[in-house]
């Protein structure tokens, strides 16, 4: 269920914070277990429990910032959306197409 890439960054990110004592060994352990239960990333876990603060995970984890700051570049992109709502509204109409020959 996890991201084999975020499976092997956890620790790591972990290990930085309560070295850095941060959060606890106990609250390191409940988020790998909120990860295994829940799919989530390490850090939505850590600034959804806010137990970080985001400035301080960006400061110990920099690499968390530049994966962040490409994934709002991401969600902006107008390319994106209009092909987006392209797929949505042949759906859309797809479903209603359906729905009304019934």
Not at 28 to 57: C, F, H, N, Y
Not at 64 to 83: C, F, G, M, Q
Not at 85 to 93: A, G, M, S
């Amino acid at each position: 269920m996890t991201d084999p890439k975020t499976s092997e960054e956890t620790p790591d990110l972990l290990n930085i914070l309560v070295q850095n004592k941060v959060i606890s060994q106990a609250q390191a352990q409940l988020v790998k277990t909120d990860i295994e239960v829940t799919g989530m990333l390490t850090e939505d876990i850590l600034l959804a429990r806010r137990w970080v603060k985001p400035e301080t995970l960006f400061e110990l984890a920099p690499w968390l910032k530049s994966e962040t700051e490409r994934a709002v570049k991401a969600e902006h992109d107008p390319r994106e959306y209009k092909d987006n709502l392209r797929k949505y509204r042949e759906l859309t109409n797809e479903i209603l197409g359906e729905a009304l020959e019934e």
